[in-house]
């Protein structure tokens, strides 16, 4: 299991318009703000079950980097992550070094599990939330592709 180039962020706020706010004081600009859900990222699974959630989302390009900040909106992983952590970094992206499919196959044969699958998305055609915090202390997202080139 190698995890490749790191490429984002997440964070999990309370409040979307302030946390925007506060990056804007430090030079982060050019916020691109989507409401996510069913129709934006159809096709999910939680805990291998078929499943949706409901998120705000702003994301900024920084470099290589992209900080992502997620607003729950429905009962998810993120909100789970608000009530028990408070706001803070959730996670971070990569793009596995051998590709999703074997990084994913390494993964679940050393006995982890994903928490969300998606493959047909408006930003990427796969990513999972892999089951990484009592290891870590956040989780880990990894892509099939990655956003911004459309590699596989």
């Known amino acids: 299991m190698k995890l490749g180039q790191v490429f984002q962020v997440g ?11 506060e990056f804007e ?7 691109e703000k989507i409401d996510f859900g069913p129709d934006t990222i159809p096709g ?3 805990n291998d079950e078929p499943g949706d959630m409901t998120f705000k989302g702003a ?7 992209e900080i992502e900040l997620i607003e729950p909106v429905s ?3 993120f909100k789970d992550w608000l009530n ?6 959730h996670h971070l992206a990569f ?7 074997t990084f994913m196959k390494d993964f679940r044969a050393n006995g982890y599990k994903s928490l969300i699958d998606v493959f ?6 796969g990513f999972s939330y892999l089951d990484t915090f009592s290891h870590l202390g956040f989780y880990i997202e990894v892509h099939k592709t990655l956003p911004e080139n459309g590699e596989s």
Not at 12 to 18: A, G, M, P
Not at 95 to 101: A, I, L, V
């Open 59 to 65: 994301m900024c390009k920084h470099g290589n980097m």
């Open 44 to 46: 999910m699974t939680i």
């Open 25 to 31: 004081k430090f030079g982060l600009k050019d916020w």
């Open 95 to 101: 793009k596995p070094e051998d590709g999703y499919e």
């Open 11 to 21: 964070i999990v706020t309370d409040n979307l318009e302030n946390m925007v706010k």
């Open 84 to 89: 028990e952590h408070g706001p803070g970094i």
């Open 75 to 77: 009962d998810s992983i």
């Open 120 to 125: 047909d998305g408006k930003k990427t055609c």
